[in-house]
């Protein structure tokens, strides 16, 4: 198993610039969510899906956009990049009734100039 | 989810146990302790958790005042690879539609040679 998969690993974009943070896994988990990280400030919950068509906000979705299609996939999106986006992302996802056990990704940084 | 307190950084002797305590006075009779571990610019790792009983992996061991008000993650015999930050986070791990997983912002255990 490949485990919890995040691309791209590092991404700078312009300021009002779109893009897709991609993160799958091949280990049938229901439930998948978004961090970012920023320093002295911890991981915060941007949005988490409990299963494919579902998905819900955490403490601070906005300026993101997601979706889950698939068991396998939950892509991030930011519809128009601004510098307080800048951050490292992280990608985790669990058994829906082992939530407490997540596997995260390696992470994405993102730097919006 | 209940709020826990951690000290911001502690230091250990490579070899020595290190014992890293949680203050989670507020936690309620389903919420779990669950403690995960970040080395530098990786992703947040799982490491152990527990309801009432202590417990032991081949990582730690978890152990839980008898009125669960705190707890101390061990780890027996500290590596320098064990220099990491760690989270010591309280919920009921998706019981209860509680799908919010809450980092603080944890222990920094530095393990010196």
């Known amino acids: 198993n490949a485990g919890v998969t995040q691309t791209p690993k590092f991404q700078v974009l312009k300021t009002g610039q779109s893009m897709t943070l991609q993160c799958a896994q091949d280990?049938?988990?229901?439930?998948m969510s978004w961090y970012r990280q920023d320093p002295g400030m911890g991981l915060r919950l941007i949005h988490y899906?409990?299963?494919?068509?579902?998905?819900d906000q955490g403490e601070v979705p906005n300026g993101y956009n997601v979706s889950r299609s698939t068991t396998e996939d939950f892509p991030l999106r930011l519809l128009s990049a601004a510098p307080s986006q800048t951050s490292v992302y992280f990608c985790?996802?669990?058994?829906?009734?082992?939530?407490?056990?997540?596997?995260f990704g390696s992470g994405t940084q993102l730097s919006v100039l | 989810d209940a709020k826990t307190t951690q000290p911001t950084s502690m230091d250990c002797a490579e070899g020595r146990a290190a014992n890293l305590p949680c203050n989670h006075s507020?936690?309620?009779?389903?919420?779990?302790v669950y403690w995960y571990r970040q080395i530098h610019s990786q992703g947040p790792q799982y490491i152990i958790h527990?309801?009432?009983n202590n417990e032991t992996n081949e990582m730690a061991s978890l152990i839980i005042t008898e009125d669960r008000k705190s707890s101390t993650l061990i780890l027996p015999h500290a590596t320098l690879r064990d220099t990491a930050v760690y989270y010591c986070i309280v919920s009921t791990g998706g019981g209860g539609s509680n799908y919010k997983l809450t980092f603080g912002k944890g222990t920094l255990l530095t393990v010196n040679p």
């Open positions: 985790a996802s669990s058994y829906r009734q082992g939530v407490g056990k997540l596997f």
């Open positions: 507020t936690i309620s009779g389903n919420e779990y």
């Open positions: 527990g309801l009432k």
């Open positions: 280990m049938n988990h229901e439930y």
């Open positions: 899906s409990v299963g494919a068509g579902i998905t």
